[in-house]
């Protein structure tokens, strides 16, 4: 029963010669997470040009942390910061409340007949954290389909919670867009009503979003099977830079009548990224169910931390919930899509500029902070020694990362490492190499991969 | 009408007991739906026609209520009753004497420096802010720590003492699956579901003996001696929550030697700090005890209640280990196991703290406050006291209001007393006798006073 401690070899602190062994021998280093870990690389590299295309957090063209003014704006109005527990209940309502109406829609009947179950929570680790605590409680036996890729985080949150995951079919890499046929394929042999993670929009780590035909098929046949989906909704804005239109999948979803469940982030739509602001919301058949569904989750959340964090929750009622900020708001969110939109085209058209002949069309279809690059590991790796810059090894780049000032030599690392795949571009161009599937795009320029996806559909 | 609300204030912790013991591993509190397969796979009917294509059924049909919390019940309770003599005893928020929260000082000037700095918003690391790490660890095991200067402490930030504690049990359960933490007996309600929701098992001592509403020292130890060797013992470092007993400097030190003899692990949960005496550094006597001992120690620290910082959540899980390597570690797996429930942890109110304890002006500005609100307190125990003593003409001994520390006094009435105290009296506590004494005013005492000996005396 108890793991036998080992006698520590050697050792002997000097303020206590009874100590020869410790509790924790048996602990190993934990493996870095792999987001953390290159941010960890970056800070440690001297090169005064170094480059940190990594964590997904949102930089100016100067590449520099944002402090948004509707932020700074709602901080003036709440003062400071409101320490009163008595009125932590009535924020805490309000931003589910507001947090509700952004994701369904003001003027949906969900909202109307408040048919939602919602609690603050910690950022969209949080709210995801919560919902996989209580789908094993309600539903022991289940399991959770995740995208292939999707969040490394996301393993390891459903993972804690001992829910087992599969995978669905979602990013080719042929085409670098979206596997649809695939997708709707598994979706159909998963058993009925099972579980499925969903990103709405700007897809991490690849940047590949359904289109809206898309999503239709998939909501359609997610009714066939009973299955429930659970959107993590972290980037509501930064794809088009319209809340709105980022909220079209969920928006279909609700037509269909499925009752969803839904983990929104304003780390990266807000620039709150430490105040650990989010919220996590479950659809309901009543207000009645809804009343007892949020008791569940709030009993799921006092036994882990209690209640969230006051300060963030205040700064985005405030912001959601007065009409000036929240306008200030949306035109802030619009100003920093763009500015993702315009590196997307400016690295894409230096990479053509440059001559490489592979397709970089991938750069500009993806929507949202990253970029699925398809370098390899390899090339990543060479990137970072060489040229220092640094991304994830799945080739993830963050795009909040790349500045009018770096984007050429950006550009000009990618192309250099590159080297080699021209040249077997070069062979496969003069007919040395078949490419042998229909979804794949083979051909430079053309838009036709997701349209020939979706005449494959059921 | 109370009544009725209490009734449902009432349903104690201890239901999830039962529950873990029996169905250790099949977690299902609250769980009515016991069919395993998918309801709607079943042509089940709610009472329309019933479908295989879902419409706006919701899957989570089944799930009832989760019981209230016994604890904010009471203040719920509390304001929907309209007597104007009511007391609330309930919830341990400190109150002014005028029963106001109260914004510490130099919490308002911490927060104002932090508006004008206008510092970013960027991600915590996953183990929090250095500054905030660093000033915490000091303030709990001192500046001039060995373990803190040889690096032997893990730090990591957490959700105040609620998410630390987490981490720990996550920690204990991970790697040292199968071993027990032994709590006391009673202890805070909210430590068993962290626990249970960690899957750790635990069990209970000895603590609080109703014939002296005091200490049972001996229980305490023979139970602690029974339990299997290597358990993790659940030890408050200073004034006790619900009791307000704490263990004399020599009964400490015998439970570190039977902790030690027994290779068991010491796991503080340190809630009021500079609550207990009004001495930030008295009240972390009993940990650093221990650790001058040499032992590994677990300690969770709390801002919530010593810095007013509840609604923000700072706090923090420290495991001083034998070695800086080893600490080193255990802080890695510490943050592998916070970055699924969190990823990192929320910044203001770190910041606010490392301003404050990390600034020397309003580090003594805070020593002076603690200092006033614990004073409230005693003297709030001793006019108490007083008056009962006064005006209760049994020879009933009351001292141990004077004997028991920090926010909370056990008055050793009963479930059945307790209701007459609201019932009757309009005084709102805890149904395990519990009364917060930070939501006592001097000019209530003599009628809280003849409230307790009512329900003394005339109630059984």
């Given at each position: 029963?108890?793991?036998?401690?080992?006698?520590?070899?050697?050792?002997?602190?000097?303020?206590?010669?009874?100590?020869?062994?410790?509790?924790?021998?048996?602990?190993?280093?934990?493996?870095?997470?792999?987001?953390?870990?290159?941010?960890?690389?970056?800070?440690?590299?001297?090169?005064?040009?170094?480059?940190?295309?990594?964590?997904?957090?949102?930089?100016?063209?100067?590449?520099?942390?944002?402090?948004?003014?509707?932020?700074?704006?709602?901080?003036?109005?709440?003062?400071?910061?409101?320490?009163?527990?008595?009125?932590?209940?009535?924020?805490?309502?309000?931003?589910?409340?507001?947090?509700?109406?952004?994701?369904?829609?003001?003027?949906?009947?969900?909202?109307?007949?408040?048919?939602?179950?919602?609690?603050?929570?910690?950022?969209?680790?949080?709210?995801?954290?919560?919902?996989?605590?209580?789908?094993?409680?309600?539903?022991?036996?289940?399991?959770?389909?995740?995208?292939?890729?999707?969040?490394?985080?996301?393993?390891?949150?459903?993972?804690?919670?001992?829910?087992?995951?599969?995978?669905f079919?979602?990013?080719?890499?042929?085409?670098?867009?979206l596997?649809f046929?695939?997708l709707m394929?598994?979706v159909k042999?998963?058993?009925?009503?099972?579980?499925f993670?969903l990103?709405p929009?700007?897809?991490?780590?690849?940047?590949?979003?359904p289109t809206d035909e898309q999503w239709l098929e998939i909501s359609s046949l997610f009714k066939?099977k009973?299955h429930?989906p659970?959107?993590?909704?972290?980037?509501?804005?930064?794809?088009?830079?319209?809340?709105?239109?980022?909220?079209?999948a969920?928006?279909i979803f609700?037509?269909d009548?499925h009752?969803?469940?839904?983990?929104?982030?304003?780390?990266?739509?807000?620039?709150?990224?430490?105040?650990?602001?989010?919220?996590?919301?479950?659809?309901?058949?009543?207000?009645?169910?809804?009343?007892?569904?949020?008791?569940?989750?709030?009993?799921?959340?006092?036994?882990?931390?209690?209640?969230?964090?006051?300060?963030?929750?205040?700064?985005?009622?405030?912001?959601?919930?007065?009409?000036?900020?929240?306008?200030?708001?949306?035109?802030?969110?619009?100003?920093?899509?763009?500015?993702?939109?315009?590196?997307?085209?400016?690295?894409?058209?230096?990479?053509?500029?440059?001559?490489?002949?592979?397709?970089?069309?991938?750069?500009?279809?993806?929507?949202?902070?990253?970029?699925?690059?398809?370098?390899?590991?390899?090339?990543?790796?060479?990137?970072?020694?060489?040229?220092?810059?640094?991304?994830?090894?799945?080739?993830?780049?963050?795009?909040?990362?790349?500045?009018?000032?770096?984007?050429?030599?950006?550009?000009?690392?990618?192309?250099?490492?590159?080297?080699?795949?021209?040249?077997?571009?070069?062979?496969?161009?003069?007919?040395?190499?078949?490419?042998?599937?229909?979804?794949?795009?083979?051909?430079?320029?053309?838009?036709?991969?997701?349209?020939?996806?979706?005449?494959?559909a059921l | 009408?109370?009544?009725?609300?209490?009734?449902?204030?009432?349903?104690?912790?201890?239901?999830?007991?039962?529950?873990?013991?029996?169905?250790?591993?099949?977690?299902?509190?609250?769980?009515?739906?016991?069919?395993?397969?998918?309801?709607?796979?079943?042509?089940?009917?709610?009472?329309?026609?019933?479908?295989?294509?879902?419409?706006?059924?919701?899957?989570?049909?089944?799930?009832?209520?989760?019981?209230?919390?016994?604890?904010?019940?009471?203040?719920?309770?509390?304001?929907?009753?309209?007597?104007?003599?009511?007391?609330?005893?309930?919830?341990?928020?400190?109150?002014?004497?005028?029963?106001?929260?109260?914004?510490?000082?130099?919490?308002?000037?911490?927060?104002?420096?932090?508006?004008?700095?206008?510092?970013?918003?960027?991600?915590?690391?996953?183990?929090?802010?250095?500054?905030?790490?660093?000033?915490?660890?000091?303030?709990?095991?001192?500046?001039?720590?060995?373990?803190?200067?040889?690096?032997?402490?893990?730090?990591?930030?957490?959700?105040?003492?609620?998410?630390?504690?987490?981490?720990?049990?996550?920690?204990?359960?991970?790697?040292?699956?199968?071993?027990?933490?032994?709590?006391?007996?009673?202890?805070?309600?909210?430590?068993?579901?962290?626990?249970?929701?960690?899957?750790?098992?635990?069990?209970?001592?000895?603590?609080?003996?109703?014939?002296?509403?005091?200490?049972?020292?001996?229980?305490?130890?023979?139970?602690?001696?029974?339990?299997?060797?290597?358990?993790?013992?659940?030890?408050?470092?200073?004034?006790?929550?619900?009791?307000?007993?704490?263990?004399?400097?020599?009964?400490?030190?015998?439970?570190?030697?039977?902790?030690?003899?027994?290779?068991?692990?010491?796991?503080?949960?340190?809630?009021?700090?500079?609550?207990?005496?009004?001495?930030?550094?008295?009240?972390?006597?009993?940990?650093?005890?221990?650790?001058?001992?040499?032992?590994?120690?677990?300690?969770?620290?709390?801002?919530?209640?010593?810095?007013?910082?509840?609604?923000?959540?700072?706090?923090?899980?420290?495991?001083?280990?034998?070695?800086?390597?080893?600490?080193?570690?255990?802080?890695?797996?510490?943050?592998?196991?916070?970055?699924?429930?969190?990823?990192?942890?929320?910044?203001?109110?770190?910041?606010?703290?490392?301003?404050?304890?990390?600034?020397?002006?309003?580090?003594?500005?805070?020593?002076?406050?603690?200092?006033?609100?614990?004073?409230?307190?005693?003297?709030?125990?001793?006019?108490?006291?007083?008056?009962?003593?006064?005006?209760?003409?049994?020879?009933?001994?009351?001292?141990?209001?004077?004997?028991?520390?920090?926010?909370?006094?056990?008055?050793?009435?009963?479930?059945?007393?307790?209701?007459?105290?609201?019932?009757?009296?309009?005084?709102?506590?805890?149904?395990?006798?519990?009364?917060?004494?930070?939501?006592?005013?001097?000019?209530?005492?003599?009628?809280?006073?003849?409230?307790?000996?009512?329900?003394?005396?005339?109630?059984?």
């Amino acid at each position: 029963m108890i793991i036998s401690r080992f006698l520590r070899r050697g050792i002997s602190t000097s303020t206590s010669p009874t100590r020869r062994r410790s509790w924790w021998d048996h602990v190993t280093p934990a493996l870095k997470d792999p987001i953390n870990a290159v941010t960890d690389a970056f800070l440690a590299d001297p090169c005064p040009y170094k480059i940190n295309l990594g964590v997904g957090a949102y930089r100016d063209d100067e590449g520099k942390p944002v402090v948004l003014q509707c932020v700074r704006e709602a901080e003036g109005k709440t003062g400071a910061t409101n320490f009163l527990e008595s009125t932590s209940t009535a924020i805490s309502s309000k931003l589910v409340e507001e947090s509700a109406k952004l994701i369904y829609g003001e003027d949906s009947d969900v909202i109307k007949e408040r048919r939602f179950a919602g609690i603050p929570a910690l950022s969209g680790t949080g709210a995801c954290r919560i919902f996989a605590e209580f789908q094993k409680q309600f539903y022991p036996g289940s399991t959770i389909y995740f995208p292939d890729p999707t969040w490394s985080n996301h393993r390891n949150i459903w993972g804690d919670a001992h829910v087992p995951d599969r995978t669905f079919h979602y990013y080719h890499p042929d085409s670098k867009g979206l596997n649809f046929v695939a997708l709707m394929d598994d979706v159909k042999n998963a058993p009925d009503g099972s579980f499925f993670l969903l990103q709405p929009c700007a897809h991490n780590p690849t940047g590949v979003d359904p289109t809206d035909e898309q999503w239709l098929e998939i909501s359609s046949l997610f009714k066939v099977k009973n299955h429930f989906p659970f959107f993590d909704v972290a980037y509501q804005g930064f794809a088009s830079g319209d809340v709105e239109r980022d909220a079209q999948a969920i928006r279909i979803f609700l037509e269909d009548g499925h009752s969803i469940g839904c983990a929104q982030s304003f780390a990266k739509n807000m620039g709150l990224y430490g105040h650990r602001v989010g919220c996590l919301s479950i659809l309901c058949n009543d207000k009645i169910q809804a009343v007892a569904i949020k008791s569940q989750l709030k009993q799921i959340s006092n036994t882990m931390y209690g209640s969230p964090p006051i300060h963030g929750i205040s700064l985005v009622s405030k912001i959601l919930s007065n009409p000036d900020i929240k306008a200030l708001w949306l035109k802030e969110v619009k100003v920093m899509a763009t500015r993702i939109q315009r590196m997307r085209a400016t690295l894409r058209e230096a990479l053509e500029r440059l001559g490489s002949p592979l397709n970089w069309q991938h750069i500009t279809n993806q929507v949202g902070m990253f970029c699925f690059s398809g370098l390899t590991r390899a090339e990543v790796d060479q990137l970072a020694k060489e040229f220092h810059i640094y991304m994830t090894h799945d080739g993830r780049i963050s795009m909040a990362g790349v500045t009018t000032k770096n984007v050429d030599y950006v550009a000009r690392a990618i192309h250099e490492v590159t080297a080699s795949d021209r040249d077997i571009k070069i062979l496969h161009n003069i007919g040395a190499y078949k490419v042998n599937t229909d979804i794949c795009s083979t051909s430079l320029g053309t838009k036709k991969t997701r349209a020939r996806g979706m005449n494959l559909a059921l | 009408m109370a009544s009725t609300l209490l009734s449902l204030a009432s349903a104690t912790p201890s239901a999830s007991l039962s529950f873990h013991e029996i169905n250790k591993g099949k977690l299902n509190r609250g769980c009515m739906n016991k069919e395993k397969t998918n309801p709607f796979i079943k042509a089940k009917s709610f009472g329309r026609v019933s479908m295989v294509v879902a419409s706006n059924v919701s899957r989570f049909e089944g799930i009832t209520m989760a019981p209230p919390d016994p604890i904010l019940g009471v203040s719920e309770a509390f304001k929907a009753d309209n007597h104007e003599l009511k007391l609330n005893l309930g919830v341990g928020a400190y109150r002014t004497e005028e029963l106001q929260p109260y914004v510490l000082d130099v919490i308002k000037k911490a927060d104002k420096l932090l508006l004008e700095k206008g510092e970013n918003r960027e991600y915590l690391p996953i183990e929090g802010l250095a500054a905030f790490n660093k000033v915490t660890a000091e303030l709990l095991f001192g500046v001039d720590n060995p373990v803190i200067r040889q690096q032997r402490v893990a730090t990591v930030q957490g959700l105040s003492g609620t998410g630390s504690l987490r981490l720990a049990a996550a920690l204990i359960e991970r790697y040292f699956p199968g071993a027990k933490v032994l709590i006391s007996s009673p202890t805070w309600g909210n430590h068993k579901n962290i626990f249970n929701d960690a899957r750790v098992p635990w069990s209970e001592y000895r603590y609080y003996d109703p014939k002296t509403v005091g200490l049972d020292f001996e229980g305490m130890i023979a139970d602690i001696k029974a339990a299997p060797e290597g358990s993790f013992i659940l030890l408050h470092g200073c004034a006790h929550n619900p009791t307000g007993i704490d263990p004399t400097p020599e009964e400490w030190r015998v439970i570190a030697d039977v902790i030690q003899e027994k290779n068991h692990i010491p796991f503080f949960d340190i809630a009021y700090q500079g609550f207990a005496s009004g001495s930030l550094d008295t009240d972390a006597a009993s940990v650093r005890m221990f650790v001058a001992r040499g032992m590994e120690v677990i300690a969770a620290q709390s801002y919530s209640k010593n810095l007013g910082l509840y609604a923000e959540r700072i706090g923090a899980i420290n495991v001083v280990c034998s070695s800086p390597e080893a600490a080193a570690r255990v802080k890695s797996q510490l943050k592998r196991i916070a970055r699924p429930l969190y990823s990192n942890p929320p910044v203001h109110g770190a910041r606010i703290v490392a301003n404050i304890v990390g600034d020397s002006a309003l580090f003594k500005e805070w020593n002076a406050e603690m200092e006033m609100m614990a004073g409230r307190i005693k003297n709030v125990r001793h006019k108490l006291f007083d008056s009962l003593s006064s005006k209760d003409k049994s020879g009933k001994d009351w001292s141990f209001v004077l004997k028991q520390i920090g926010m909370f006094s056990f008055t050793g009435l009963n479930k059945a007393q307790c209701d007459n105290m609201t019932n009757k009296w309009h005084v709102y506590m805890t149904k395990d006798g519990r009364i917060s004494l930070a939501g006592l005013s001097l000019a209530q005492c003599e009628y809280l006073a003849d409230a307790i000996i009512d329900s003394y005396h005339n109630v059984s």
